[in-house]
């Protein structure tokens, strides 16, 4: 990974993770907690794709097994960050352009769906036999519920930070196209016409004119 790379996805991880355990953590939701390391992570991953999201996801997760108060085996939670950011990052676009919200949306349940279920897999795996008592449908269905609500207030941003940090022209072009776009649709919403048919109708009635006056001046030297 870049250097720039490096230095943006840990103070993004470390940020998200001060935030997870020390205000989210304490709100007592029921069921499970907002998982903005998660969120973090997919975003990253949609930017760097697969193998910059498996990176990232694997030192999110380690970090988040060593911070306190962590009561988990260490590693556990980066082998589930490492899968997860890894196949987030093979849904990165191609063009580094997302047609919609509709792709991220989906990653996001996805990834909270399965995050939770590998979680609790290689828990059962080691002895963990906590999501029995907590009842893994509803730490399912919460978890989805909260990270798809906390999402568009996290992956967006964090997508642009990374763009920004790449030097990706996309991010310095963005805006720029979007206002384009925007004229252009302003220019040709009123008439239903382009911009190239709005010249060619400009140099019509220029033509049309310039006959008239022609009509006009002939018509007075008769008179």
């Not at 990974?1 to 989210?24: D, E, F, K």
């Not at 997302?98 to 792709?103: E, F, I, M, R, V």
């Not at 990834?111 to 590998?118: C, I, P, Q, V």
Request: hydrophobic share 50%; charged share 15%.
């Amino acid at each position: 990974m870049r250097v720039n790379r490096i230095l943006l996805s840990t103070s993004l991880v470390v940020v998200a993770l001060v935030l997870q355990v020390s205000v989210l953590a304490r709100l007592h939701l029921p069921g499970a907690v907002p998982d903005l390391l998660l969120l973090t992570v997919l975003g990253l991953a949609l930017v760097y794709g697969h193998v910059g999201g498996a990176l990232v996801g694997f030192g999110a997760g380690l970090l988040a097994d060593l911070a306190p108060p962590a009561d988990h085996a260490a590693g556990r939670y980066a082998l589930v960050l490492c899968v997860i950011g890894y196949l987030a990052g093979l849904a990165k676009p191609e063009n580094g352009r997302l047609k919609s919200a509709t792709g991220p949306m989906a990653v996001v349940v996805v990834a909270a769906l399965g995050s939770t279920m590998l979680y609790a897999g290689v828990g059962a795996l080691v002895g963990d036999t906590a999501a029995r008592h907590v009842g893994l449908g509803s730490l399912l269905f919460t978890a989805a519920l909260y990270d798809l609500l906390l999402a568009p207030f996290v992956v967006p941003g964090i997508m642009g930070l990374a763009r920004r940090a790449e030097n990706d022209p996309l991010a310095e072009t963005n805006s720029a196209a979007k206002s384009t776009d925007i004229s252009t649709g302003w220019l040709s919403s009123g008439t239903g016409l382009r911009i190239g048919g709005q010249r060619g109708g400009l140099r019509v009635k220029a033509a049309r004119s310039r006959v008239a006056r022609a009509g006009r001046i002939k018509g007075v030297k008769r008179l």
